[in-house]
């Protein structure tokens, strides 16, 4: 049994309440007494124990602190390293300040202060009322610095005697643009900057390229012409999208133009002296040979999108039965169909059973087709055949009482098990005369007003 020794009471201490006598026993002698008062716990003995030494004993493993060099106190918490410049360590707050107001030395070097001054519980509007620096300048300083730190990196390899370039007053508003991308795109980038003596605005348009180069791939036609870890054939793409785009056909050869001037590969080269001889012939009024006129960069059906409120404030809505692209034909066809419908009362019965359903507000072409009309939805609009499909969810509402392909139409078929929409144009140049279904309209999701306010920033 393991007895713990506890502090003694001060004899003139009096006990609060007086416990009941207890019951005579035998007699212990006091010597053995104290010894018991005196024991401390060293150890928890576990069941089976005996004498020390013995057998029987199992103690818990016992792990001595670990001990300070000669001389030094064991610390074990260090603080992190201070992300101010050495230079900057000794200043009190006075001078610290002193140094933003006065903008003194280079910006990446008192660019830390302000997030100094962050931690110390300073806000942005304090630190613009105390250095007149303004939150947004502020923001851009840090990340700026931020960016800079990396390309010092082993990962970006960036060389450091092209550093300087950015030390000059406008380098922070250089170097934020590029936030968005690693620190090996963010070396690349800023290589090209340097290269082609970029502002802000080109910086911008350059970082935004190199991040959704990667999404295109199998989504753009030529996407795969141009090389990925190259800047100027991100930006090059970029401009060879804004391309296919263009209505005018003037416009679509200015963007043409501009992508060949950073293209860096040869095959990315080729693809763009093809399109632009394709643009020119059609500028000349000359025949441009099947497939070579980009009708692919503007869908052949009406794309709409919903607005918030528009089906409750709709005259006439419609219920449709709703599947997924993964469903295949077989669910297609099997989605309930319009049996009768109740003008006066708006009653609609149908056929069968069904789980999802969507309203959507009584469009002419969609009315028309209401017996047989359906709403396919696609996770990602950007499998859509036209360029200027986005990334977001869709509901494409087809006819299934249509399946015979016509060239200016576009159609829903199945492929590995998925339905997909593609053009009547290119389902004839394949030999496919019947379809699944014949699309009416595709409906993109409400935007939300701020979002498509700010829709040209990178943010």
Not at 265 to 274: F, G, H, M, Q, S
Request: glycine content about 6%; aromatic content about 6%.
């Amino acid at each position: 049994m393991l007895s713990l020794s506890h502090p003694h009471t001060h004899p003139a201490a009096a006990p609060r309440h007086q416990r009941a006598p207890r019951p005579a026993v035998a007699a212990t002698p006091a010597s053995c007494r104290r010894r018991a008062s005196h024991i401390a716990a060293s150890a928890i003995l576990l069941p089976g124990g005996g004498s020390t030494g013995g057998r029987g004993d199992r103690k818990l493993p016992f792990t001595p602190p670990p001990m300070a060099p000669p001389g030094q106190l064991y610390q074990p918490f260090h603080p992190p390293p201070s992300p101010l410049p050495s230079k900057f360590r000794t200043l009190d707050l006075t001078q610290r300040l002193e140094v933003l107001r006065e903008r003194l030395g280079q910006w990446h070097e008192y660019a830390p202060l302000i997030s100094a001054l962050s931690r110390d519980g300073f806000t942005p509007s304090s630190i613009e009322e105390a250095t007149s620096i303004t939150g947004v300048e502020q923001n851009c300083l840090v990340v700026a610095s931020q960016v800079r730190d990396s390309l010092l990196s082993e990962t970006a390899a960036f060389p450091p005697d092209l550093l300087p370039y950015f030390d000059s007053y406008g380098g922070p508003d250089l170097l934020y643009e590029l936030r968005f991308l690693n620190a090996r795109q963010r070396a690349d980038a800023a290589k090209h900057a340097i290269d082609y003596r970029l502002e802000p605005k080109g910086v911008r348009e350059l970082a935004r390229s190199m991040k959704d180069f990667p999404r295109r791939r199998a989504v753009d036609e030529g996407w795969e012409a141009f090389d990925g870890a190259s800047p100027g054939d991100c930006l090059a793409f970029a401009r060879f999208r804004q391309s296919r785009e263009a209505i005018d056909v003037d416009d679509r050869i200015a963007e043409l133009n501009r992508a060949l001037q950073v293209v860096a590969t040869e095959t990315a080269r080729a693809r763009l002296e093809l399109e632009m001889e394709r643009a020119r012939k059609k500028a000349a009024g000359e025949e441009v040979e099947e497939g070579e006129d980009d009708t692919a960069s503007r869908p052949a059906v009406n794309v709409v999108r919903l607005q918030y409120g528009e089906v409750a404030e709709a005259s006439t809505v419609l219920l449709l039965p709703v599947v997924r692209e993964t469903d295949g034909v077989a669910a297609m066809e099997s989605a309930p169909r319009r049996t009768k419908t109740d003008v006066d009362l708006g009653i609609v019965e149908v056929d069968k059973a069904w789980a999802r359903w969507a309203v959507v507000p009584g469009w002419g072409p969609v009315a028309a087709a209401a017996e047989e009309a359906v709403a396919i939805e696609l996770a990602d609009g950007r499998r859509l055949p036209w360029r200027t499909a986005e990334e977001e969810p869709v509901l494409v509402i087809a006819n299934r009482g249509q399946k015979e392909v016509a060239e200016q139409g576009s159609y829903v078929l199945e492929k590995e098990g998925r339905l997909v929409v593609e053009r009547g144009r290119k389902l004839a140049e394949q030999g496919i005369t019947v379809a699944a279904a014949e699309v009416l309209i595709v409906v993109r999701p409400p935007r939300d007003e701020d979002e498509m306010i700010s829709d040209e920033e990178w943010d």
